[in-house]
C-alpha cells in the first residue's frame, strides 16, 4: 500500500498509531512490515493455502463467529470440509511460514471486531485470483466483519477510477450498473435507450482473448484508449506481435506512449486535469471532478471524441456535457446509480446504491447481513500453485509490482523531471544471501532471463526480499518486467499471473 496507494496507506499508519493492531501478509518485508504487529512473509502464490488454514484454526479452536455464520450464511459444512484440509503443519510446508505463526495470525484475527481485510493486485494478479478473492470473503464472513463499519473486503484498486469504468459498463459481460448483457429485458432497455434494434446476447471478449484475436484475424480492429498495452500485458514480445498485426487500430491517449507506434490513428485526449466528469472510487463513492485548465491543441474529452465518431456514423447522440450523459443517460439506465445527479454529489460525492434523489446513499454494503444474493455464499477452494514454478533451469520466481514515485508505464510521470531525479531506473531486487550466493555486488548490472525474454538491470540488495525471490516493476521500458512475465491468466477472470514466474539471474561480467 505504501507504495501502490501511498495515500490510503497513511490512513492505515495513523490507524496503528492510534491503538489499531496490523497484521501484514506478504512475502516482501516493505515499510509496513514495521508498523505491524504480525508479519507473516509467506510464499509467493501461497495465499489460499495460508488462508484455509488460518480459518481451520478458527473453527478447530471455536474462535469464529457462530452467531453470524448460523444467522447470515450459508454451506459453512463444505467451507469447514475443505479447510479441515489445511492444519498449520501442512500450510506451513506451502506456505514456507511457522505453524505457530499461522495460529497467531487466527487468534488475532479473531481477537478484534471488527477487523477490516484490505488487499492490493497481490490477491488478483495470479492465476488463482478469483479464488484468492473468494477466499478474503470466506475469511470475513467466517469472522463476522461483514456489514459493519471497518470491516468487510476492501479491495485496493490498480489505477484511478477503476471502480467508475466498471460501474460505466466497460467490462465485456455487463451494461452500465453491472445490468447483464445476457438478460433479454436489459438488451431491450438499453436497445431502445441507445436506439438501435438489437444488442448482442452473448458475453464479449476479454483483453487476451482480443489480442489473440488480433493474431487469428477473429478481431479486425481495436480500438485502445487511456492504455499502454505494450508495456502493461505480461510477456511483450508476444503484446508487440499482437498488436503488430492488428488489421486497424486506434489509440485515444493524452501522450504518445509504446502502444501507439503500432496504431493507424492517434487521436489526442484531454487529460483528467482537463475534463469536466466523475470518478468512482473503492468505497463506490462517485465524486465530481472538475477541469483546472482547457486541453491543448486539438485535445477534447473522450466522450466528445466517441460522440463525433458515432456522428460521423450516422447517429445522434444529444448530450453536449458530462452533465447530460450522467443526469440523463446513466442515471437514468443504471437502477444503482438512479439517485445520483450532478446536484447532489458537488461537495462529499454519493456511494452507490443510491436508487432514487432522496436516498441517502449506502456507506456500508451487506449491513446487518442482509446481503444482496440473501445468505453469504461460503465457497471452498483448494490452493493451486502458480502456472510457473522455479526449477533448475530457472531457480527463482519473480514478482512484479509499483514502486512510489512512478506511476504504471510513466506516461505522465515519465514526464516529471523531479520524479525522475527521485528513481531514475529499474532495479532488480533480491536478498543479501542470493547476492552472495550469486557473486553481486549491489549497484552491479546483472541479466534477470525467463523463459519469454531478458532484461539488463541494477541489482538492488535488500531485506525486504526473501531468498529465491527477485521483485521488479514495470515502469522503464527497456528494463519492463513484462518482458518476463509469464502469459498465463486466472480461468474465470483472465487476469494475468503477474506476481509469480521463474528466473534466473546471472552476472554479466563473470570476471568482476
Not at 447481513?369 to 453469504?376: I, N
Request: proline fraction near 6%; aromatic fraction near 8%.
Amino acid at each position: 500500500m505504501t507504495e501502490a496507494h501511498p495515500v490510503a496507506s497513511t490512513f492505515l499508519k495513523n490507524a496503528v498509531y492510534n491503538g489499531a493492531k496490523l497484521i501484514l501478509v506478504d512475502p516482501r518485508r516493505h515499510k509496513l512490515a514495521d508498523f505491524s504487529d504480525i508479519h507473516a512473509q509467506i510464499a509467493v502464490g501461497s495465499d489460499i493455502a495460508f488462508l484455509n488454514s488460518v480459518m481451520y484454526v478458527l473453527i478447530e479452536e471455536n474462535l469464529y463467529d457462530k452467531k453470524f455464520v448460523e444467522s447470515f450464511t450459508a454451506n459453512f459444512e463444505k467451507l469447514k470440509e475443505k479447510v479441515l484440509e489445511y492444519p498449520p503443519e501442512r500450510s506451513a510446508a506451502i506456505c514456507n511460514v511457522s505453524a505457530d505463526l499461522i495460529r497467531r495470525v487466527a487468534r488475532m484475527a479473531a481477537s478484534v471486531k471488527p477487523m477490516m481485510l484490505c488487499y492490493t493486485l497481490g490477491i488478483t494478479e495470479h492465476t488463482c485470483g478469483r479464488n484468492n478473492v473468494v477466499s478474503t470473503a470466506n475469511l470475513q464472513m467466517l469472522l463476522g466483519n461483514m456489514g459493519v463499519p471497518c470491516g468487510g473486503v476492501n479491495p485496493l484498486r490498480g489505477q484511478n477510477n477503476v471502480q467508475g469504468a466498471c460501474d460505466m459498463g466497460a467490462l465485456p459481460n455487463v451494461f452500465p450498473g453491472y445490468q447483464k448483457v445476457t438478460d433479454e429485458k436489459m438488451r431491450e432497455k438499453f436497445a431502445k435507450a441507445w436506439g438501435v434494434s438489437k444488442l448482442p446476447d452473448k458475453d464479449g471478449l476479454m483483453i487476451p482473448q482480443m489480442m489473440e484475436g488480433l493474431v487469428s484475424g477473429k478481431v479486425k480492429a481495436m480500438y485502445i484508449f487511456g492504455e499502454n498495452l505494450a508495456n502493461t500485458e505480461p510477456d511483450i514480445r508476444k503484446v508487440e506481435h499482437e498488436l503488430s498485426s492488428a488489421g486497424f487500430l486506434v489509440c485515444q491517449d493524452i501522450f504518445q506512449t509504446e502502444t501507439t507506434r503500432f496504431a493507424h490513428v492517434v487521436l489526442p485526449a484531454a487529460a483528467w486535469s482537463e475534463n469536466d466528469g466523475t470518478f468512482s472510487n473503492s468505497e463506490r463513492r462517485v465524486s465530481r471532478v472538475r477541469a483546472a485548465s482547457d486541453p491543448p491543441g486539438q485535445a477534447r474529452p473522450n466522450w466528445w471524441i466517441f460522440r463525433e465518431i458515432a456522428r460521423r456514423m450516422g447517429q445522434t447522440w444529444v448530450s453536449e456535457s458530462a452533465r447530460e450523459l450522467w443526469d440523463n443517460e446513466i442515471s437514468v439506465l443504471a437502477p444503482n446509480l438512479g439517485g445520483i445527479k450532478y446536484n447532489r454529489i458537488e461537495q462529499n460525492g454519493l456511494q452507490w446504491p443510491c436508487p432514487t434523489e432522496n436516498h441517502p446513499g449506502t456507506p456500508i454494503l451487506h449491513l446487518e447481513g442482509r446481503f444482496t444474493s440473501g445468505l453469504g455464499q461460503f465457497i471452498p477452494v483448494d490452493w493451486t500453485p502458480p502456472a510457473e514454478v522455479p526449477d533448475k533451469e530457472y531457480p527463482m520466481v519473480l514478482s512484479t509490482g509499483r514502486r512510489l514515485y512512478h506511476y504504471h508505464t510513466r506516461t505522465q510521470t515519465g514526464r516529471c523531471e523531479g520524479l525522475n531525479d527521485l528513481l531514475g531506473e529499474e532495479t532488480a531486487d533480491i536478498s543479501p544471501d542470493d547476492a552472495v550466493s550469486l557473486r553481486i555486488d549491489s549497484g552491479e548490472t546483472v541479466r534477470v532471463i525467463s523463459r519469454r525474454g531478458s532484461v539488463n538491470v541494477k541489482a538492488r540488495i535488500t531485506n525486504e526480499v526473501p531468498a529465491g525471490m527477485v521483485w521488479m516493476a514495470f515502469h522503464f521500458r527497456d528494463s519492463c518486467a513484462n518482458w518476463l512475465t509469464n502469459p498465463a491468466f486466472d480461468p474465470f477472470t483472465l487476469t494475468a499471473e503477474y506476481k509469480a514466474c521463474a528466473v534466473r539471474i546471472e552476472k554479466i561480467n563473470t570476471g568482476g
